[in-house]
């Protein structure tokens, strides 16, 4: 599958009519929508509100919605004709961090964990953006369906924080259930001017995993430690061998990292404790060398063990982890090439890769296996600026990675993405690259 000639007219002529609403009236509700989506974040694997309204709205719009996919998850169908299957993605959860922003909206909710704390909740990575950009492309592909011929996958993504609600989503079958797509789109916002869009093709985002290691010893009085086996020992001679999984073992050409995040043991001076447990963090952008480097940490923590003479072997435990974020390079052309013709070469911008993460992939070729019953599916990702002029231009420095230094980024409680610019680019973007594929009354080749 190919995309169009995008540098017909015709193009052009589809895009704006698709997006005139726009400019019309109906930013001023998915202005609104996001700013309720924004007051009531919710969890990670909690999102039924956040779901709900994805679901009425995708209704709302004509589409054929299925819900409770992988948990809160959504999907919504639009069938216009022959042509091929577009998925557009966005994820919905929230995190569990205190919003510090002094918006007249910001989050004031709490809920309660997995764990049973109550944690305040933010949508300090702009989730609230993806879904209300999501839903505003939906609809406005609805309201145009004499522009273009296909079929619309329209995808309200839980637990995207937690790593698991895309491959929740395809175990619980997506694919089966409602459509497997020819071509997965999916955006993120970040702290780049609002307006701009940048793409990369090949790998973006790094894999990353998280892996506990839990040491076992024998614990005692600190006064005889010769009747003990000191965890604490075995886990400090482990923190310092994982240094050399990247120092010695990684060729210096990959990027690679490899480090721990927590160490946790002990309740006293005076005892030497039963038990040690290390969390590390694990990223790079190869899913050969990410599978390698976690080989190395389960070897590492049991040879470290055996030398003490631990009790039994650790319990190695990957809690977390998504594959590489690989842009298909022919199709993240082809959404360029959309998005060149839309908002030109000044507000296109190419972008390094990203040491963070996401569970997108599973949508494409990271989840190949059960979920799928051909090819993978080639995915593009890609981002969108949020933050406001005002603040990018009084931002210190001459480059764009000079000047984001200084601003509030993903995950931050000072993380606030100017609404209404944000929220205009980013559903251009969904439409104008959906349009790429959808085609006018032929297929043209898709």
């Known amino acids: 599958m190919t995309g169009q000639d995008l540098s017909e007219d015709s193009f052009a002529e589809r895009a704006r009519t698709v997006l005139a609403p726009l400019g019309a ?85 709490e809920a309660v964990d ?64 409602v459509a497997k797509p020819d071509v997965a789109l999916a955006q993120h916002v970040v702290p780049l001017p609002a307006g701009v869009v940048g793409h990369r093709p090949g790998p973006m985002m790094a894999a990353s995993a998280v892996v506990r290691v839990r040491v076992h010893g024998r614990g005692g009085h600190s006064s005889a430690p010769q009747a003990t086996v000191d965890p604490v020992v075995i886990a400090a001679h482990i923190v310092t061998r994982l240094q050399t999984i990247v120092a010695r073992e990684t060729d210096p050409a990959d990027c690679a990292v490899v480090s721990v995040g927590y160490l946790h043991a002990g309740t006293k001076a005076n005892i030497i404790p039963e038990t040690a447990e290390l969390g590390i963090s694990v990223r790079c952008y190869d899913n050969a060398l990410q599978a390698r480097l976690l080989a190395s940490i389960e070897r590492i923590a049991a040879a470290e063990a055996a030398a003490s003479g631990a009790p039994r072997p650790p319990e190695v435990t990957v809690t977390e982890g998504v594959p590489v974020n690989d842009n298909s390079a022919e199709h993240t052309g082809t959404v360029r090439a959309a998005h060149l013709a839309h908002f030109g070469e000044g507000r296109v911008v190419p972008m390094p890769l990203l040491a963070a993460s996401e569970d997108f992939p599973y949508f494409g070729a990271a989840g190949a296996g059960p979920h799928y019953d051909g090819d993978a599916v080639p995915t593009v990702y890609w981002v969108v600026g949020g933050a406001s002029l005002d603040a990018w231009l009084a931002a210190p420095g001459d480059t764009p990675q000079e000047k984001v230094k200084s601003l509030p980024v993903n995950h931050s409680p000072q993380f606030a993405p100017d609404p209404r610019p944000t929220l205009h680019t980013a559903s251009e973007a969904l439409v104008t690259a959906a349009l790429a594929y959808l085609t006018g009354t032929t297929s043209q080749g898709l």
């Open 25 to 109: 009236g109906y930013l001023d509700e998915i202005e609104q929508l996001y700013l309720d989506l924004h007051r009531h974040p919710e969890l990670s694997g909690q999102e039924e509100r956040t779901a709900g309204i994805a679901a009425d709205r995708l209704h709302a719009a004509g589409y054929e919605v299925t819900t409770g996919i992988g948990g809160h998850g959504v999907a919504g169908l639009l069938r216009n004709g022959e042509g091929p299957v577009v998925l557009l993605r966005a994820d919905m959860d929230a995190l569990p961090v205190r919003e510090a922003t002094g918006l007249a909206y910001a989050s004031t909710r």
């Open 114 to 177: 997995g764990d049973g704390a109550t944690v305040p909740v933010a949508h300090a990575c702009g989730h609230d953006v993806h879904l209300g950009s999501l839903i505003a492309a939906a609809t406005l592909l609805a309201r145009a369906r004499h522009c273009w011929s296909g079929t619309v996958l329209a995808v309200a993504q839980p637990a995207e924080e937690t790593g698991d609600g895309a491959a929740a989503m395809l175990d619980d079958g997506l694919y089966a259930k």
